[in-house]
């Protein structure tokens, strides 16, 4: 049913880092990578959305794509992907996968008293409504259920708890940011 997937993912960054943030995507057929794509974003920035829609497109694959994973549902910072607008331009549905709940009352208050356009950036993560635990992640569903979600999560996963398009992306963007890679954070 969701075999087919491109998880995307952003490279690491300095703290002070200012200006565009690699992005990267893996695009996989069950278990099998089949390509990857590059973009960037802006620290902080509101081009996730365009940017990962243009991705999906030129990744050679959108036509056999059933599902976006994100690993969270901010790139680059606080540039916060819509992921029902990225649902709507691509034809996908998008789940958001992450390790843990985030402290979403430490994300509002930085949203709203620090960054540029907090306060639209905190309605996207609103508009998602709370995390749910999933397969030992925790999701946001936008355009699927929770059994498809789990569906999907059994059915791309093989090491650990995050899903392969995920975790390929997370290891691309380390190793090509950083001259090597690791596991954890993802």
Same mark, same amino acid.
């Given at each position: 049913?969701?075999?087919?997937?491109? +998880?995307?993912? /952003?490279?690491?960054?300095?703290?002070? #880092?200012?200006?565009?943030?690699?992005?990267?995507?893996?695009?996989?057929?069950? #278990?099998?990578?089949?390509?990857?794509?590059?973009?960037? $974003?802006?620290? /902080?920035? =509101?081009?996730? !959305?365009?940017?990962?829609? =243009?991705? $999906? *497109?030129?990744?050679?694959?959108?036509? #056999?794509?059933?599902?976006?994973?994100?690993?969270?549902?901010?790139?680059? *910072?606080?540039?916060?992907?819509?992921?029902?607008?990225?649902?709507?331009?691509?034809?996908?549905?998008?789940?958001?996968?992450?390790?843990?709940?985030? /402290?979403?009352?430490?994300?509002?208050?930085?949203?709203?008293?620090?960054?540029?356009?907090?306060?639209?950036?905190?309605?996207?993560?609103?508009?998602? *409504?709370?995390?749910? %635990?999933? =397969? +030992?992640?925790?999701? &946001?569903?936008?355009?699927?259920?929770? %059994? &498809?979600?789990?569906?999907?999560?059994? *059915?791309? !996963?093989?090491?650990?708890?995050?899903?392969? %398009?995920?975790?390929?992306?997370?290891?691309?963007?380390?190793? $090509? !940011?950083?001259?090597?890679?690791?596991?954890?954070?993802?």
């Amino acid at each position: 049913m969701f075999s087919h997937a491109i +998880g995307f993912d /952003d490279a690491p960054f300095a703290r002070g #880092h200012r200006g565009d943030v690699p992005v990267f995507g893996t695009v996989f057929a069950r #278990h099998t990578l089949h390509a990857v794509v590059s973009g960037r $974003v802006r620290r /902080d920035g =509101r081009n996730s !959305t365009d940017e990962l829609t =243009r991705l $999906v *497109g030129t990744s050679g694959a959108a036509e #056999h794509l059933h599902l976006i994973l994100l690993q969270g549902v901010a790139l680059a *910072g606080f540039n916060v992907v819509d992921a029902h607008a990225l649902g709507r331009a691509t034809g996908l549905p998008v789940l958001i996968v992450a390790r843990r709940a985030p /402290d979403l009352d430490r994300i509002r208050r930085a949203l709203l008293t620090r960054v540029p356009g907090g306060a639209r950036k905190w309605r996207l993560i609103e508009a998602l *409504g709370p995390m749910e %635990p999933c =397969r +030992g992640v925790m999701v &946001q569903r936008v355009g699927l259920t929770f %059994p &498809q979600a789990e569906v999907a999560l059994a *059915g791309l !996963t093989v090491t650990g708890r995050i899903p392969e %398009p995920l975790r390929a992306a997370h290891l691309i963007a380390g190793g $090509v !940011t950083r001259g090597s890679s690791r596991g954890g954070r993802v």
